[in-house]
């Protein structure tokens, strides 16, 4: 099982639209979690760190579960420019090892008009 | 500046050659990471630097060398590589405490011919 889970989609929208993409992760010992996004051919960039309580950002809300190990990206009102690959990132601290950031395998979105 | 710059943009080598990909940041970040990445994957991690010390090495192949050389640098020497090697080679920095999200660089496209 990979450490960190995600559907890989495409998720194929209109412009307009509502949609939820979920991350799983195995190892409870996960400390901050995040959801980035990568253009093609392009490097990830931060679309928002995910906290325990949820945050929103505007369009974009991101919820945590703990218990379940799972954490969760809403987008409101999808735009065209939103079409992009989500990357839920996970990260470990350990003394030995420092720090580990671990990826899931991306949710590919398409917004269509 | 929350920028990690990466250099070269672009890469072509023979498998004969000595090349090495360079990554700069002045956030006073004191992890540094390596990722690989290929053509609709996510990134995989290679080498993680905490405190210019090598704590993470992923089983990567010794014809992968990454030096710290100061808490700003980040280099990764490659030799006699082969063609699945070319890939995009992204460079990361982060504080090393906390919930803190990573900066990544532009990345290398590195083709092996």
């Known amino acids: 099982r990979k450490e960190v889970e995600q559907d890989p989609g495409p998720f194929n929208v209109p412009e307009g639209a509502t949609v939820a993409f979920n991350c799983t992760y195995s190892?409870?010992?996960?400390?901050?979690f995040f959801w980035y996004r990568q253009d093609c051919r392009k490097e990830p960039k931060l679309l928002m760190s995910v906290y325990s309580s949820g945050n929103e950002d505007g369009r974009f809300t991101a919820q945590l579960n703990r218990a379940s190990q799972y954490i969760s990206l809403l987008i409101r009102d999808s735009k065209l420019s939103d079409s992009a690959t989500y990357l839920c990132?996970?990260?470990?601290?350990?003394?030995?090892?420092?720090?580990?950031?671990?990826f899931g395998g991306g949710t590919r979105l398409m917004v269509k008009p | 500046d929350t920028e990690v710059t990466q250099t070269p943009k672009h890469l072509v080598m023979g498998m004969t050659n000595k090349k090495s990909l360079k990554c700069e940041q002045h956030?006073?970040?004191?992890?540094m990471y390596w990722y690989k990445q290929k053509a609709k994957k996510p990134p995989e991690l290679m080498f993680v630097?905490?405190?210019?010390?090598?704590?993470i090495n992923e089983s990567v192949p010794s014809r992968f060398s990454p030096e710290c050389p100061n808490s700003s640098l980040l280099n990764l020497h490659l030799h006699a590589l082969q063609p699945e090697d070319s890939a995009l080679y992204l460079c990361a920095s982060r504080w090393t405490g906390g919930g803190t999200e990573a900066f990544f660089g532009q990345g290398t496209r590195l083709t092996v011919v």
């Open positions: 630097y905490s405190y210019e010390k090598l704590s």
């Open positions: 190892n409870s010992a996960s400390q901050s």
């Open positions: 956030m006073g970040h004191r992890a």
């Open positions: 990132v996970v990260n470990r601290e350990s003394r030995n090892a420092g720090n580990m950031l671990t």
